[in-house]
């Protein structure tokens, strides 16, 4: 009988999902709140409406062996909820109660000791932050603890008198916020890391990943880091302990900070295929997606290193607010080596991932020179 995998959510990364599932003979199911989702419009295993719904929750079980998700800003009670009608949910609840909330998080890892982080703590009042702020020095990064993603959720404030408008824009105090110590990084570093239900594990080559100048948004991954070995030995031991701390099942991206003097902080972790291991798709013998099914599946992993000496990924992120139309996509497709991934998105708004384009190089140099030159033939 055809195995079937049930995804909370029908954006990019189940759709992606579904191109690995279907050369392992894996059906998908898509449960999403709204109609004509990237991944629902996919599959005929479509189920739409609230994830908080009995009915529904019932209906989209029926479909699936096993479930997983996109997001890890799901609701545990609701993976609890498809536990107790027998279907596994990977990762689970446990994992979900303690990864969604990023205080919550960052509180879990430095508890268990599994991880160096920069100082951190959660602020009630702007008095709060500007007292952290006395105490560890200027700037101070104010987050959301939860629903915050490609920066949303960011503030980096440079000093006092900034405090007020920063804490205005994250929506406190109606949103919970936490506090921390900017990082000096000189380098942004991820590790993609496949844990399955069975606890093998693997773990991708150490990447770094480029962030879009004052944006907080991911622009290019480097893979692998142009990092002494020794860096990308320990920061794939920190991200191993801190997907066996979480307890994690499936593939989780785990972000890190380099700093200066090559110290290592750990910056957060999504239990879940992530834009750092969307270049795993050309690059890797193994994509994340499909390490991803067979982690959540207990079947063996598959590879993860990389086929060639260097892979570029480069965001394509929306330039303007409308329909989404990929103008230049020829040109781009032109381009010798390129990859050009479009995620079938309605609408494009400025700097929402609207696909990506990933190039296999003899160096990172070449790689990058590949996919940027694609990736700016194309306007969304
Ligand atoms: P999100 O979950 O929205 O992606 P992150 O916590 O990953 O938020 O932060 C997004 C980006 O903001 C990071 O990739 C980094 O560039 C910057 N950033 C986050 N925390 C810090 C910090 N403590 N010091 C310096 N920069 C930070």
């Not at 579904?18 to 709204?34: S, Y």
């Not at 991944?39 to 479930?67: H, K, M, N, Y």
């Not at 990924?313 to 329909?323: A, E, F, H, I, S």
């Amino acid at each position: 009988m055809t195995t079937r995998v049930g995804i909370l959510g029908g954006g990019q990364l189940a759709r992606m999902t579904i191109g690995a599932a279907i050369a392992l003979g894996v059906d998908v199911a898509i449960f999403e709140r709204e109609a004509d989702s990237p991944a629902g419009r996919l599959t005929r295993q479509e189920v739409v409406g609230p994830w908080e719904s009995p009915d529904v929750q019932r209906r989209f079980a029926a479909l699936c062996d096993v479930i997983t998700l996109e997001s890890e800003f799901v609701d545990p009670a609701i993976l609890t909820a498809f536990a107790e009608l027998g279907v596994p949910v990977r990762p689970g609840a446990a994992t979900l109660a303690i990864v969604g909330d990023k205080l919550r998080q960052k509180e879990h890892l430095a508890a268990a000791g599994a991880v160096p982080l920069p100082p951190f703590r959660a602020v009630a009042t702007p008095e709060d932050v500007l007292r952290a702020g006395a105490e560890w020095g200027w700037p101070v990064v104010l987050k959301a603890r939860r629903l915050s993603y490609d920066g949303y959720g960011n503030a980096t404030v440079r000093a006092p008198g900034e405090v007020a408008a920063a804490w205005a824009r994250l929506g406190a105090p109606g949103r919970a916020l936490y506090a921390e110590a900017f990082v000096p990084f000189r380098r942004e570093l991820a590790v993609m890391v496949a844990r399955s239900a069975g606890g093998a594990v693997a773990v991708y080559p150490v990447v770094e990943t480029v962030q879009a100048a004052d944006a907080h948004i991911c622009r290019a991954v480097r893979a692998p880091a142009a990092v002494d070995p020794a860096v990308a030995e320990r920061a794939a031991a920190i991200a191993r302990r801190a997907v066996d701390a979480v307890g994690a099942v499936g593939v989780v991206g785990v972000e890190l900070f380099e700093t200066a003097d090559g110290a290592l902080l750990y910056n957060e972790l999504a239990p879940r295929p992530h834009n750092s291991g969307h270049y795993t798709i050309e690059g890797c013998a193994t994509s994340q997606f499909e390490n991803h099914l067979r982690a959540v599946l207990d079947l063996p992993l598959g590879s993860t290193a990389l086929v060639a000496p260097a892979a570029v990924m480069v965001n394509l992120l929306g330039q303007t607010d409308g329909p989404a139309v990929p103008h230049g996509l020829a040109d781009a497709l032109a381009v010798p080596g390129a990859h050009v991934h479009l995620y079938g998105k309605r609408r494009a708004r400025p700097g929402r991932k609207m696909g990506h384009v990933t190039a296999l190089g003899p160096d990172l140099a070449a790689a990058e020179a590949t996919a940027s030159r694609a990736a700016g033939a194309i306007r969304l």
